[in-house]
């Protein structure tokens, strides 16, 4: 009975007990199954190291996805950063627009052989952006045009700036340039300071 019962136990622990080390730094067993560590605790252990590997996986496909969530908003600013132009550029810049904003000093009215544009000392030019400050009206010119004799202040009062009404009082005059606004009118054939008109409220409308 006695032998029975060891070749039993000899065949359990030739089946069910390991030698060498265990897993997840486990201290290594003594020899024989009395105090070594039984099948069941390796297969735990290795369902906790497998459930652990799961959860890092895990965790890291959430934090990549993470990432090209961020990455892949519509709002996020993509543009590349833009150095500001040096003090050189931003003077050239400033300069252009004053330039183009720069209004007619003096200003000048002219005949239809006079060129438009910004008048100065220099390039004197007859200003084609005249505004009345009189009337508030633009100021209009026709080229190789006189205004009749007859005109008065009723007539551009009723007709500006109605070309097909003011041409009735309009005569061709080859070198003239006709300018009206709604309360003052005037044929130029040479170049002229308008300062030197007192009657007029014309100003450079730029």
């Known amino acids: 009975m006695a032998e029975d019962l060891d070749?039993?136990?000899?065949?359990?622990?030739?089946?069910?007990?390991?030698?060498?080390p265990l897993r997840l730094g486990l201290?290594?067993?003594?020899?024989?199954?009395?105090?070594?560590?039984?099948?069941?605790?390796?297969?735990?252990?290795?369902?906790?190291e497998?459930?652990?590997?799961?959860?890092?996986?895990?965790?890291?496909?959430?934090?990549?996805?993470?990432?090209?969530?961020?990455?892949?908003?519509?709002?996020?600013?993509k543009k590349p950063f833009k150095l500001k132009p040096k003090s050189s550029g931003n003077t050239s810049v400033r300069a252009s627009i004053q330039g183009l904003s720069k209004s007619c000093s003096p200003v000048y009215l002219g005949g239809s052989t006079i060129?438009?544009?910004?008048?100065?000392?220099?390039?004197?030019r007859a200003c084609d952006h005249l505004?009345?400050?009189?009337?508030d009206f633009l100021v209009v010119s026709?080229?190789?045009?006189?205004?009749?004799?007859?005109?008065?202040y009723l007539f551009f009062r009723n007709n500006m700036p109605e070309f097909h009404k003011?041409?009735?009082?309009?005569?061709?005059?080859?070198?003239?340039?006709?300018?009206a606004c709604q309360c003052s009118w005037r044929t130029i054939e040479e170049l002229t300071d308008l300062?030197?008109?007192?009657?007029?409220?014309?100003?450079?409308?730029?």
């Not at 505004?131 to 009337?135: D, G, L, S, T, V």
């Not at 026709?142 to 008065?152: E, F, G, N, T, V």
Request: charged share 30%; proline share 3%.
């Open 7 to 20: 070749e039993l136990l000899n065949e359990v622990e030739s089946k069910f007990c390991r030698l060498g």
């Open 27 to 48: 201290v290594e067993g003594p020899k024989g199954c009395g105090g070594g560590t039984h099948s069941s605790d390796r297969n735990q252990a290795e369902a906790k």
């Open 50 to 77: 497998n459930l652990r590997s799961t959860e890092a996986f895990k965790k890291e496909d959430d934090l990549d996805s993470l990432i090209n969530e961020i990455f892949e908003e519509p709002n996020f600013d």
């Open 115 to 124: 060129p438009c544009g910004i008048g100065t000392n220099t390039s004197q």
């Open 131 to 135: 505004r009345c400050i009189a009337c």
């Open 142 to 152: 026709y080229d190789d045009y006189m205004w009749d004799k007859s005109c008065d």
């Open 166 to 179: 003011l041409k009735t009082k309009l005569i061709k005059k080859k070198g003239t340039r006709a300018y």
């Open 195 to 206: 300062q030197t008109d007192h009657h007029l409220r014309w100003v450079c409308g730029i």
